[in-house]
Nanobody, 118 residues
Framework: QVQLVESGGGLVQPGGSLRLSCAAS????????MGWYRQAPGKERELVAT???????NYADSLKGRFTISRDNAKNTVYLQMNSLKPEDTAVYYC????????????WGQGTQVTVSS
């Protein structure tokens, strides 16, 4: 089992920045892929960014250049740095972990709300 806890969400003005954190109950070096997804009201949950244990990153095309995913293995934590935020970034952001060797192999956090508004 893997438990994930997100934090760092809140209200920010357009153009501002936020840094989200995802703390895992297991060593993230043993997790194949960790990532961030988001879901806006009335929309499907969508990929934001992923980070493999080998350091490879993947971003949604619309977010490249503004969002950065990173990790601190010693703290078992993955981060999402969000810059130049826009109102359309408003959503609940969820942390995700993929561990093929576990059953179930995929885990989700409870989410943290990000609201971008003037």
């Amino acid at each position: 089992q893997v438990q994930l806890v997100e934090s760092g969400g809140g209200l920010v003005q357009p153009g501002g920045s936020l840094r989200l954190s995802c703390a895992a109950s297991a060593s993230i070096v043993s997790i194949n892929v960790m990532g961030w997804y988001r879901q806006a009201p009335g929309k499907e949950r969508e990929l934001v960014a992923t980070l493999t244990s080998g350091g490879k990153t993947n971003y949604a095309d619309s977010l490249k250049g503004r969002f950065t995913i990173s990790r601190d293995n010693a703290k078992n934590t993955v981060y999402l740095q969000m810059n130049s935020l826009k109102p359309e970034d408003t959503a609940v952001y969820y942390c995700n972990a993929w561990v093929p060797g576990l059953r179930p192999p995929q885990y989700w956090g409870q989410g943290t709300q990000v609201t971008v508004s003037s």
